[in-house]
């Protein structure tokens, strides 16, 4: 699975900056994220942990406050990032010692791994004691009609994990305070989103890459806007 994840989004920097520049979106997540942990903290955030840092949107939001450390399972998302502090790594298994961050945050990724109750345990593991965790995950696509958009396609959107599992493992570790962010969005945004290997590969994970994008473009072709995405957020503390 975390081979699979890494090879996914070895193939994604350019297909996710490309959606970024369109939708913005996971730069308004890491500004959320941002205000939820900052709120938190007194003063300046301090040396903050960016777990599934990709290409950077995160850790350049936590730059302009602190000192973010990026790290992420994939070489190539993490060569677009350009903070200073980069490492490869697994958040399951933190290359770091105890009570070393001021912060950590996992912006779109603690979905990612199959047993978040590891990378949560970790960050508690990593983090100063009293020192915040914020978190957020998806939960789907939603037509104006109320209907997950892949229901009547007859194909489930599957991460790893669930929100309601990051919740889970969150809560058993952290006070947690939860909430769910709603944006309003495109049809063509959703099949933009879908050109993004790694995004693809949650709907047709055996196929290969090319194979997958084509599958799944097709499967969007008649998707109508307009449409909403939501995101579950978490703060533990
Ligand atoms: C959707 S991207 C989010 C990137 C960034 N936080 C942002 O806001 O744009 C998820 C990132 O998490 C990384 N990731 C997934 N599982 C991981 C793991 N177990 N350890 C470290 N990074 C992981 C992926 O490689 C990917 O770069």
């Known amino acids: ?19 970024e520049a369109m939708t913005g979106r996971f730069a308004t997540l890491s500004d959320r994220l941002y205000d939820l942990v900052s709120a938190r903290t007194t003063g300046p955030i301090g040396t903050v942990l960016d777990a599934g840092a990709g290409t950077g949107i995160s850790s350049r939001r936590f730059a302009d406050c602190g000192t973010p450390v990026a790290l992420d399972l994939s070489r190539a998302m993490l060569e677009a990032n350009p903070v200073e502090h980069r490492v490869q790594g697994d958040f399951d298994s933190l290359p770091f010692g105890a009570d070393n961050f001021d912060a950590v945050v996992f912006t779109a990724s603690l979905f990612l791994t199959p047993e978040p109750e590891r ?24 037509r104006a009609d109320g209907e997950d958009v892949f229901r009547p396609l007859s194909r489930e959107s599957r991460s790893p994990a669930s929100a309601e599992a990051v919740g889970d493992a969150l809560a058993a570790v952290f006070e947690t305070e939860t909430g769910v962010w709603s944006f309003e969005t495109t049809a063509e945004a959703l099949r933009t989103f879908h050109t ?28 109508e806007g307009p449409l909403e995405q939501r995101w579950r957020w978490f703060l533990g503390v």
């Open 196 to 223: 993004v290997p790694a995004m693809a590969a949650r709907l047709y994970p055996r196929l290969s890459t090319d194979a997958r994008i084509e599958r799944t473009r097709e499967l969007l072709e008649d998707v």
């Open 119 to 142: 990378a949560v345990r970790e960050a508690r593991r990593v983090l100063r004691p009293g020192g915040p965790v914020g978190a957020v995950a998806p939960l789907g696509w939603i």
């Open 1 to 19: 699975m975390k081979d699979a994840v890494r090879r996914n989004f070895d193939e994604s920097p350019t297909a996710y900056e490309e959606y």
